[in-house]
T-cell receptor
């Protein structure tokens, strides 16, 4: 499986943008980049995904490097409710249903 | 709309006792089903996944087993629990046959404490 590397933890001030990095240097050409987040005592929830182009949705933006070896999840204006563990995972394009998560980044929002 | 339920939500069991966690999905057919475990302060560990009835792939050799007796039912079991089995167990599903854009939907989780 292609692996991802994320910082263990990050802090950000409330109402400021947050940039969460993810390295995936062994990504293959058909791997999709997915982001999930896990609030305390809950199951993870989908945030966003992309392949090559940058993506925006109501929750966040995803910036993908031109060589696709890294990506950044952008929360434009962090709120206290964004405090969670954020996971970056790769999902291949060959129907491999095995989806593995790393340890993610624990985001703390400072009021 | 699709929903996923797992139970029990909380479980305290003695070492050596059996375990059964159940997960059901409603509103979809032939989903992929997953069991993950999260130890305290750790990431998500994939335990089992299933692409169809009776088809189980095991990712981590251990004293746990999984079964899929029906299309939308996924059961996690153990004959004899170990202390190291304590953790937060999550069931998840995704659609089959969609492009890789398809997302995972997680249940509410089952917190197991083995004493």
């Amino acid at each position: 499986d292609a692996k991802t590397t994320q910082p263990n933890s990050m802090e950000s001030n409330e109402e400021e943008p947050v940039h969460l990095p993810c390295n995936h240097s062994t990504i293959s050409g058909t791997d999709y980049i997915h982001w999930y987040r896990q609030l305390p005592s809950q199951g993870p929830e989908y945030v966003i995904h992309g392949l090559t182009s940058n993506v925006n949705n109501r929750m966040a933006s995803l910036a993908i490097a031109e060589d696709r070896k890294s990506s950044t999840l952008i929360l434009h204006r962090a709120t206290l409710r964004d405090a969670a563990v954020y996971y970056c995972i790769l999902r291949d394009g060959f129907g491999n249903e095995k989806l593995t998560f790393g340890t993610g980044t624990r985001l703390t929002i400072i009021p | 709309s699709q929903t996923i339920h797992q139970w029990p939500a909380t479980l305290v069991q003695p070492v050596g006792s059996p375990l059964s966690l159940e997960c059901t999905v409603e509103g979809t057919s032939n989903p992929n089903l997953y069991w993950y475990r999260q130890a305290a302060g750790r990431g998500l560990q994939l335990l089992f996944y299933s692409v169809g009835i009776g088809q189980i792939s095991s990712e981590v050799p251990q004293n746990l087993s999984a079964s899929r007796p029906q299309d939308r039912q996924f059961i996690l079991s153990s004959k004899k629990l170990l202390l190291s089995d304590s953790g937060f167990y999550l069931c998840a599903w995704s659609n089959v046959g969609l492009p890789p854009e398809g997302e995972l939907f997680f249940g509410e989780g089952s917190r197991l404490t083995v004493l």
